[in-house]
Nanobody, 124 residues
Framework: VQLVESGGGAVQTGGSLKLSCAVS????????MGWFRQSPGNQREGIAA????????HYAESVKGRFTISQDNAKSTVYLQMNMLKPEDTAMYYC???????????????????WGQGTQVTVS
């Protein structure tokens, strides 16, 4: 399984970006996809996730109401629509995948088996 993120870039405060995560390889129908971010000197934090088995969505408080996770099964792609961006959203953004349902917290990096290489988002 390979994950490839795209869509990052530089944007001004209040702007929007839409990240994509293309999934290649085989995942069973029910899996979890998460978006994480990491800025220099900080731990990688989970900000959004979706479970394809039930469509359940999860968001960190810091992005709730501004970010939306979605999926296009036909394209094997997961998206993160980011609106009302703030300078504190500046980070490297990663998507991650886990086969099956969560065993623990969706925000834990240890829940995920597969990771993308990341895409940089800079808000000024």
């Amino acid at each position: 399984v390979q994950l490839v993120e795209s869509g990052g870039g530089a944007v001004q405060t209040g702007g929007s970006l839409k990240l994509s995560c293309a999934v290649s390889g085989y995942l069973y129908a029910q899996y979890c996809m998460g978006w994480f971010r990491q800025s220099p000197g900080n731990q990688r934090e989970g900000i959004a996730a979706i479970y394809t088995g039930g469509g359940d969505e999860h968001y960190a408080e810091s992005v709730k109401g501004r970010f939306t996770i979605s999926q296009d099964n036909a394209k094997s792609t997961v998206y993160l629509q980011m609106n009302m961006l703030k300078p504190e959203d500046t980070a490297m953004y990663y998507c991650a995948a886990r086969q099956g349902a969560y065993g623990g917290s969706w925000r834990s990096v240890y829940e995920y088996n597969y990771w993308g290489q990341g895409t940089q988002v800079t808000v000024s």
